[in-house]
C-alpha cells in the first residue's frame, strides 16, 4: 500500500473509532494537482467533530504524518485537515448537505471506505 493510500486508511480508522457517518474515500489523483485522496465524514455535533479531528491527528501522527494545515476551529462546523496528498474534511451533518463535495468532486473515483479499513 502506498503511503497516500496508508495515510488515507489511517484517517478513515480514526473516524470510524469516533462514530463518524458516511465516511467517504475520492482519489483525486488523476484529475486534481491539490492532492491524491479527499476523505469527507459527518458528526452530529460539535463536540463529534472535534473528537474525530483530535483522533484523526492522533492515529497520523502516531503513524509519523503531520498536517501541514487545520483549518476550522473547535466551533467550526466543517474543519479541514491539510496532509499534503489527504486532505481530510469534517463537516456537521447540515454543512455537508449544504457544500455537498462528493459532487463537485464526482469525476474522482471513490473508494469504500469498508475496503480501506480490510486492508489493514
Do not use: C
Not at 13 to 39: N, P, R, T
Not at 77 to 86: A, H, Q, R
Amino acid at each position: 500500500m502506498n503511503r497516500e493510500k496508508e495515510m488515507a486508511r489511517l484517517a478513515v480508522k480514526a473516524l470510524d473509532e469516533k462514530k463518524g457517518v458516511d465516511i467517504k474515500v475520492i482519489d483525486i489523483h488523476d484529475i486534481s494537482v491539490l492532492a491524491d485522496y479527499f476523505v469527507i465524514a459527518s458528526g452530529s455535533n460539535q463536540n463529534q467533530v472535534q473528537a474525530m479531528v483530535d483522533n484523526v491527528e492522533e492515529h497520523l501522527g502516531r503513524a509519523g504524518y503531520e498536517p501541514k494545515q487545520i483549518e476550522g476551529s473547535k466551533n467550526s462546523s466543517w474543519i479541514l485537515m491539510d496532509y499534503g496528498d489527504l486532505i481530510i474534511h469534517i463537516f456537521d451533518e447540515e454543512n455537508r448537505l449544504f457544500y455537498d463535495l462528493e459532487r463537485i468532486w464526482r469525476d474522482g473515483k471513490e473508494i469504500p471506505a469498508e475496503e480501506l479499513l480490510s486492508e489493514e
